[in-house]
């Protein structure tokens, strides 16, 4: 599984709020990674448990990612983000057929401003 965040804000306030060790940081870099729209399947948030975005992990959204990854139904499962509400991350199966169909950039340099991680 490969987890992508909708921006690169997203993706880095994601990384942020699991943080254990700072300097684990500076191994980060970003990759574009671009899809069509068709290739999503959409949690939908009202199927979701009351508790889902608590910090403790629900084994109700693990289930049900796990079934989307065994089912091959789509290439790209589109979830809430539990951190910032009414943001989302992208749940990307590389095992998929479509997986020819992504559109992947060159990987570059990312850095977090040092206020973040002091």
């Known amino acids: 599984m490969v987890y992508l965040g909708s921006s690169l804000a997203q993706a880095g306030f994601e990384l942020v709020v699991h943080l254990e060790k700072s300097h ?7 990759l ?6 068709r290739c999503i399947v959409e949690v939908d948030l ?12 629900d084994p ?4 049900l990612g796990d ?3 065994a089912g091959s139904e789509s290439l790209i499962l589109k979830v ?6 009414g943001e989302f991350n992208y749940l990307l199966n590389p095992t998929h057929p479509d997986m ?6 060159p990987i570059l340099p990312f850095a977090f401003d040092p ?3 002091e």
Do not use: C, H, M
């Open 115 to 117: 206020r973040i991680v």
């Open 67 to 69: 079934a989307w990854a």
């Open 100 to 105: 020819t169909t992504l559109k992947i950039g």
């Open 24 to 30: 684990v940081l500076s191994a980060f870099r970003q």
């Open 32 to 37: 574009k990674v671009s899809f069509d729209d």
């Open 60 to 63: 109700v959204t693990q289930i």
């Open 80 to 85: 809430p983000s539990a951190t910032i509400y």
């Open 46 to 57: 009202k199927s979701l448990p009351n508790g889902w975005e608590a910090p403790a992990i």
